[in-house]
């Protein structure tokens, strides 16, 4: 540091600014390339320890202060409760997604719907009477065209799933141990990174916090709130699926599992398409066996639990929260579902910072009053700079 003969700091000059900064966005560039296939890792390593971190800390009084045990602990639990259930589901999925694929190409295209359509004209008549007012007219030709189009579609597209998931198991199977690994030094020196990115990020400590506090509260409804939703929405619509005697009860349970992200629409996108396929077959108890209770199901976890377990929290508009998800998913995967809303977070948070901390000294002068100590200060500090 260089300092005067009194030993007082001096302000560093321009060209010493100008060439730090470049050297530190050469870096960063190339340390960003270097971590950018763990991505996903790394983010889902900052959410689960942020998280876990208060846990974490009664768990670090409860074991003598012996940071690394209780880390060691929280990472063997979740490699047990985690681990060993996803893996016999990816593999119960694996499977049911191929079966999907061989029933729906011999069901669709050996058995012959049509024939079986046109027992049921009465069914077809009965739905025609509710389309009426729009103007269409389905037949049985036209359900069996699309049933037949869309069915196959389907099929082919577990089937590829199904396939990508069985490759992809041991590929999970690294990628989760090396997240626990992440995770177990964010936790033992989590204070010391969060100390570190306090004093070298060019934001002051408030708007740090600001920032930390609402992200952290986007997964904590991410996670807990819709995480559990899911949870228990995937859960029951496999039993749902299971006891009706449906193909794929594991498959659609974790489909659901999934979709249950999504607000308002949800778990709907499955449990209705499979009620009115199965009123057209004629199997009207069967489909109201599978409708009722996941209608009541989704409506009771998506209007009283999620509001109760999430509260205001996180609470993002409803349009927004549905592009992020959507979006989040195209772009990146199953990862989506948590860096869309999360980023969306972080954009909005970063642009009520702007609009409280700095948009109102967007075209201030040195003439207007409030001003003046800024620019004097500023003055100084050229004055010193030219020195």
Request: net charge negative; with cysteine.
């Amino acid at each position: 540091m260089n300092t005067t003969d009194d030993g007082t700091p001096t302000r560093p000059a321009r060209a010493s600014w100008i060439t730090l900064l470049v050297a530190i966005t050469i870096c960063l560039l190339v340390v960003l390339r270097v971590l950018a296939p763990f991505a996903s890792v790394l983010l889902l390593a900052v959410v689960a320890a942020g998280l876990i971190y208060p846990h974490y800390q009664r768990l670090v009084r409860r074991v003598y202060w012996h940071r690394k045990t209780a880390a060691l602990i929280v990472c063997v639990l979740l490699l047990v409760t985690v681990l060993v259930p996803l893996s016999i589901i990816a593999t119960d999925v694996s499977g049911e997604a191929l079966g999907f694929y061989e029933m729906t190409t011999t069901e669709l295209t050996e058995r012959g719907v049509l024939e079986r359509l046109q027992q049921r004209q009465e069914r077809i008549e009965w739905i025609n009477s509710f389309l009426e007012p729009t103007g269409v007219v389905l037949t049985a030709e036209d359900v069996s065209d699309r049933l037949t189009t869309f069915g196959v579609r389907l099929g082919a597209f577990f089937y590829k799933q199904g396939v990508a998931v069985a490759k992809g198991l041991a590929q999970f199977i690294f990628g989760f141990i090396f997240w626990l690994v992440v995770l177990f030094y964010l936790l033992v020196d989590g204070e010391s990174v969060r100390q570190w990115f306090g004093t070298t990020l060019p934001m002051p400590i408030d708007e740090q916090q600001l920032l930390s506090s609402r992200f952290m509260d986007m997964a904590s409804s991410l996670v807990v709130g819709n995480g559990l939703a899911g949870l228990i929405q995937g859960v029951a619509g496999g039993i749902v699926f299971a006891i009706a005697g449906l193909p794929g009860p594991v498959l659609w349970g974790a489909v659901m599992g999934i979709l249950a992200f999504i607000p308002v629409i949800g778990i709907s996108i499955v449990f209705i398409p499979a009620f009115l396929i199965l009123l057209i077959a004629g199997e009207t108890t069967k489909a109201f066996a599978v409708f009722v209770p996941l209608a009541i199901i989704s409506t009771l976890v998506e209007y009283w639990l999620k509001p109760m377990l999430v509260g205001r929290r996180g609470e993002m508009h409803t349009l927004l929260v549905f592009l992020s998800l959507i979006g989040g998913l195209a772009a990146f995967g199953a990862v989506g579902i948590l860096v869309g809303p999360l980023m969306m977070t972080a954009f909005l948070t970063l642009v009520s910072i702007y609009r409280e901390h700095y948009s109102p000294w967007l075209g201030v002068t040195c003439e207007e009053p409030a001003a003046a100590p800024s620019c004097s200060e500023e003055a100084h500090d050229d004055s010193v700079e030219e020195q």
